[in-house]
């Protein structure tokens, strides 16, 4: 029986501190390709991962009211820096509401990981949060991996600027990268879901580096968010039968050209199925 509350036609709510949440976003739109979409970017209070726990809180709320204005049905918080910092008191004032988040794929890597070291790119925010370190602690006592966590400061900045492949970018990856491969790690998180628009930066930075014959292994989280949120869908009997493809509502407080450009070249919307809007929360 479908949810009450919910009607099956209502859309899917997703936000992110700016342009990041495209990167999970995408892999929603290919997981459920027939259910409406929002999505939020909270661009003109971007970066979150250099704000305090309270301030990414308040901002959480308040783009959650505006997406609850839209009639969601499901939200998903498509920021590990968010996540971390507000998604407990989000599932506890919308306790009906379900509710998917991102967390650092340590587990994944921890799996992958033949030298057990496995570097963690993330926010400052993400790594100094209780939720991460919990995580570490408990992986590593686990699994006996050695998480090394590289805080990436001011690389949301470049890619919300659009400019995943400058050398201005490259630079700063170069920084962060270096003491990671120094350490010997043969798997990276991307902990924040802006970075997998810098992947294939990564990818080829990383490439003169073979620990055990193979290239380093990158992990992203946002594939299994979109089954996850699939699977709580299909639980509570609200995915959508409808057959048309719909039109995603996306919305920015920041530069609408840049999200265009980002959800029409990074991931591949066509401009026809792609509704742009402002919004001011
Ligand atoms: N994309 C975000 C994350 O996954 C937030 C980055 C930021 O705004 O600092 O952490």
Known sequence: MASEKFARSASIGVFDSGLGGLSVLQHIRQT???????????????????????????????????????????????????????????RLHYPDLIIVGMEPGLKPASLLSKTKKVGVLATLSTIQSE????LRA??????????????????VDQIEKVEANTDQTRLL?????NPLLAA?????????????????????LTSAHIPHGEPIK??????????????????????????DIPRINVYT???PEKLKYACTQWIKIPEEKLSISTFSA
């Open 253 to 255: 407080n920041g530069n």
């Open 218 to 243: 990158l992990i992203d989280t946002g594939k299994p968010v979109a089954s996850r949120i699939q699977r709580l869908l299909v639980e509570r009997d609200l995915t959508t039968s409808d057959s």
């Open 173 to 177: 990856l170069k920084k962060y990268l």
């Open 138 to 155: 408990q992986l590593s006592a686990d699994t006996g991996v050695e998480f090394i966590a590289q805080a990436c400061i001011g690389l």
């Open 131 to 134: 939720k991460y370190q919990g």
């Open 32 to 90: 459920l390709p027939h259910e409406a979409l929002i999505y939020v970017a909270d661009s003109g209070f971007a970066p979150y991962g250099d704000k305090t726990s309270a301030e990414i809180l308040e901002r959480s709320i308040a783009v959650t009211d505006f997406l609850l204005s839209k009639h969601i049905k499901a939200l998903v918080v498509a920021c590990n820096t968010a996540t971390a910092a507000a998604i407990s008191h989000l």
């Open 184 to 204: 010997n790690v043969d798997t990276l998180v991307l902990g924040c879901t802006h970075y997998p628009f810098v992947a294939s930066l990564v990818q080829e």
